[in-house]
């Protein structure tokens, strides 16, 4: 009897074609696109606590572990909150029909933003949306309330809030946790719910949210008028998630940067081999870019991500500029939530379709050029380029030089530019001979004086020598 093997071979040839024709028929007519995905095995494991929450679960990813279930009864308490202040609720019952109702209509679009499978019914994960969106609309509107500016919000009675609030650790641990690119929810969603509970301002999502992430609240008048550029001037809004707006809240900068320098098509890695001591060395000043610049593509200040597990108004890290031997470099904070916050936008870059440029990974790569030894990070703290809330140089470059650790890093570099002059500035011969100088005569202050002192004894030995020419020829002649 024959076997499967001894078929002949055109009949298996037709029955694989088969079995791949269904294959492909069996996809979807339009190719999916997950918004919210898990960070890839080849990132997560440098680092895998980066990319954890610690306090709050948002979305389904992190839904029901154990550590974080505290959480669930404050945010209920926070929902509860947003009935008050909406007069939805009254001495007996809480009416979330209307929530309920809106976010069942689009859950199916919500739940296809997720890559993975999700272990929830369709009510379970309607509640989850709930929950979780009213409560990050609560806190948002409540952490606007605590800095003075109400407007048109109505008084809240919010005392989940105001534990939130008054808790500092609690809150530093919550704006990280909403930047994790597997804590996310569909902003689509965040925005409905956001109409719903504040109807009269239609477009305060972004701003509320930049202002809950950014540290600068005494800069209140620059967030106010950032405030209306938003809602005056029809700012773009269609983002994936929070994280998503944070990175493209970031970005333009950069891609307007990329744009104007061109593709050089240089590999970043080869043209640029100097760290900040060698480039000390060569010659190279190292300051603090403070130039606050309106970026032409927001038409107002930008606000960038730095540190405290937050945001900060700054110069764009894009405007990172060399000439005439100064190196320019946005200052960077630095604490325990910067190097959580980088990788997840990392992570959501290197996965996501919308972005054809490696932004964020290009500043990184950057400055892990830059950084290699913990002698680097000092002269750039006393530059004032970093500012270190670690408290240790050596923690500080282990940070940045981790960060590359399995990351693909683009041929064009945003700063392309830039390290092409350097890398023409470093090449000149001059410069190459005093780096040479500096490096090994001048690299100590024992090296210093000993070099002053050879230097001295020269100069008398040939003082000397011209004292006894002269007096040779004044007898003689």
Known sequence: MEGPSDAPLHDVIIEVTNRIKEKVNSLP?????????????????????TYEPVVVAIGPYHHGKAHLRKMED??????????????EANANSYDANRYAKVIREIAKKARDF???????????????????????????????????????????????????????????????????????????????????????????PPFLAMLFFSVSLEDRAMMMDWSSIIK????????????????????????????????????????????????????????????????????????????????????????????????????????QNTESLFRNLLAYEQQSLSFPFSYIADYIGFMDILIDTEKDVQILRH??????????????????N?????????????????????????????????ANLRHNYFNSPWALISFIAAAFVILLTAAQTVYAVLSYYNIYI
């Open 29 to 49: 007519s339009k190719r999916s696109r997950h918004r919210i995905c898990k960070v890839q095995d080849n990132l997560r494991k440098v680092n895998e606590m």
């Open 74 to 87: 404050l945010k209920l308490r926070c929902f509860q909150s947003l009935l008050n202040r909406t007069n």
């Open 114 to 204: 997720y890559e993975d499978p999700i272990d929830l019914d369709i009510n379970d994960f309607v509640m989850m949306m709930v929950v979780d969106g009213c409560f990050i609309v609560e806190l948002f509107i409540g952490f606007y309330k605590k800095i003075g500016q109400q407007n048109n919000i109505k008084q809240l009675e919010q005392d989940a809030v105001d534990v939130i609030l008054g808790r500092d650790w609690l809150l530093r641990s919550i704006q990280r946790d909403l930047l994790l690119c597997e804590n996310q929810m569909p902003y689509f969603v965040l925005s409905k719910l956001f109409e719903m509970a504040v109807p009269e301002e239609e477009n305060y």
């Open 232 to 335: 005056d001037e029809g700012f773009e809004t269609d983002f994936d998630h929070l994280l998503s707006m944070v990175y493209c809240y970031w970005c333009p900068s950069f891609a307007t940067k990329k744009h104007s320098d061109g593709f050089l098509n240089i590999p970043q890695r080869r043209i640029f081999k100097f760290s900040a001591t060698e480039l000390q060395e060569a010659g190279i000043k190292f300051m603090k870019n403070k130039s606050f610049e309106k970026n032409e593509s927001l038409g107002g200040p930008v606000l960038v991500v730095t540190n405290r597990g937050g945001l900060e108004s700054m110069t764009p890290p894009s405007e990172i500029k060399f000439s005439n031997g100064v190196l320019k470099i946005p200052r960077l904070t630095i604490d």
């Open 383 to 400: 530059s004032d380029i970093i500012q270190n809330g670690l408290g240790d140089d050596e923690a500080v470059c282990k940070m940045f």
């Open 402 to 434: 981790h960060f590359c650790k399995n990351l693909v890093l683009s041929r064009d570099s945003c700063y392309s530019q830039v390290l092409t002059s350097i890398h023409d500035h470093c090449k000149q011969r001059r410069h190459r001979w005093m």
